[in-house]
Every structure is written in structure tokens, then in C-alpha cells.
């Protein structure tokens, strides 16, 4: 079993991951309702700056599980410019193999993760392993994309297609672009009881300051997954460029919209 990322992890890939973590994480943690004290397991962490956010609120020190090396550089150099390296352990591994000690099984309060199961070739695999690492009625976080809910109006020439070229990339890759209408299934699969949905809203429209950079998110998400788009074989490269070009000329129409949500689900261990 492996992880299959779409977007790779250049530093634009990390920039885009950085702003997107700034219009997000506000919101994830009001949901998590932290109370403080908690010991946090953040799997798939990139950049570290949702684990800080954590550690900020529940003045513990999470364990943030990173795969990609570059992204754990990264995520080192953020903390240590913040002034907030002693916030968190980042230890490098991947979700489908957790890299905990023998003690470590069984201790966390939550384990959390976000952008992770979308990519990897057996998300049940990697929530199983999040329930195994937290205690009796520790409680397992999920949050992840359903691609198909992506709304854009009015809708540019060329742009449903583009989206569904792309969906076809991550199937080809092996990965679930749709595994956020799942994920109750996955925490019940598991053996966890699920007890809370709700979703994380993630869109703007013309007329508001986020507007643009929500759009640069949109076009560098596309860019980043370029050549897999292609060969999937559902679009052509010219195409691909013309249809990137309408939504950019699309975003300075006044009644332009993006409307977009990332699924959310909680279980508990039994």
C-alpha cells in the first residue's frame, strides 16, 4: 500500500498550502471544541500549522505524522520562524503505517486528520490505525473533500469538463476523490461510533476581499495536477489551457461564485 499525493509538494504547492490552511483552520477549530489538555495524534500534518493551532489551544504538545519530507522541512522552518518549535513533534511517516512506539498505542485524547484520506490507497486502513491510537472515548476526526460538490457559477466554458479530467486523475492515481460523503462509513468500518457530522464551507464570490485568492488556489490546485489531468485521457492540453483561461477571465465577472465545503466527521472508540 502506498500514499499517492496529485499536487507534489514544489514550494508552490507549499505556498498554496499555506494559504489555504489560513482561510481553514479558524474553522476546523471551532469544531474541534479543544477544552485543553487533550493529547493530540495529527496524521498527514504537512505544514504544521493546524497541529500548532492545536497546541496553541489545548497547551499540550501534539505528535504531527508527516510522509513527505519537504513538507516536514517545511513544516520545521514555519514553526522555528514563529517562534513555536517547541510547540509540536513532527516525526516523519505515513499514514498507512503510523510510526508509534508500543506505548504510544492506545494514549491519545484525538486523533485528527484532514486532507489525508483522499490520497491514500486505503483510507479504512488509516482510520483504523486512528482508532487504535486513541484511548477508550477518545474521540477520531476526519475531514476530507467530496469533489463532486464543487459549484462554480455561472459556470465558464470548458470548466465541468476540466473538473471531471481532473476527478479522473485522482481515480487514476489509485486515490478517492469523493471519499468525504464516506467517511461515517469509514469511522463505523472501523469500529468507532460515529456521533457528529457537519461540514467546513470553503467558497467566496466576487465582491469580497478572499475572492482572488480563493481563485489563485482554484488555478494553482489545476496547474499542480496538470500532467495527471491530461493522461488521464479525458482532456487534451490545449483544452486545458483554454479552459483554465476562461475561469480566469470567469473570476472578474460581478456575479461570479465559488461554493465548496470540506465533509466532516467525528466517532468515538468503544
Known sequence: ??????????????????????????????????????????????LGQLARAMARCSRTRPLGIERSAEQLTEAIRLARDAGEEHLVEFRQGDALNLPLTETEWGSFDIAHTRFVLEHVSDPLCVVQAMVKAVRVGGRIILQDDDHDILRIWPEPPGFQDLWNAYIAGYERLGSDPYVGRK????????????????????????????????????????????????ESNRMSESAFDDAIANLRKWSERPDSAIWFSLAWAEGIRR
Do not use: W
Not at 514544489?10 to 487533550?38: C, H, I, Y
Not at 467517511?183 to 476581499?209: E, K, Y
Open 183 to 230: 467517511l461515517v462509513s469509514l469511522l463505523h468500518q472501523s469500529g468507532a461510533t460515529p456521533v457528529r457530522i457537519t461540514s467546513i464551507p470553503f467558497g467566496s464570490c466576487a465582491g469580497t476581499p478572499s475572492f482572488p485568492i480563493y481563485i489563485d488556489n482554484l488555478v494553482s490546485l489545476l496547474f499542480d495536477a496538470r500532467d495527471s489531468t491530461i
Open 1 to 46: 500500500m502506498s500514499s499517492a499525493y496529485i499536487h507534489g509538494t514544489d514550494p508552490e504547492e507549499q505556498k498554496r498550502l499555506s494559504t489555504l490552511n489560513v482561510f481553514m483552520n479558524d474553522a476546523s477549530l471551532r469544531e474541534l471544541s479543544l477544552q485543553g489538555g487533550e493529547r493530540i495524534l495529527d496524521v498527514g500534518s504537512g
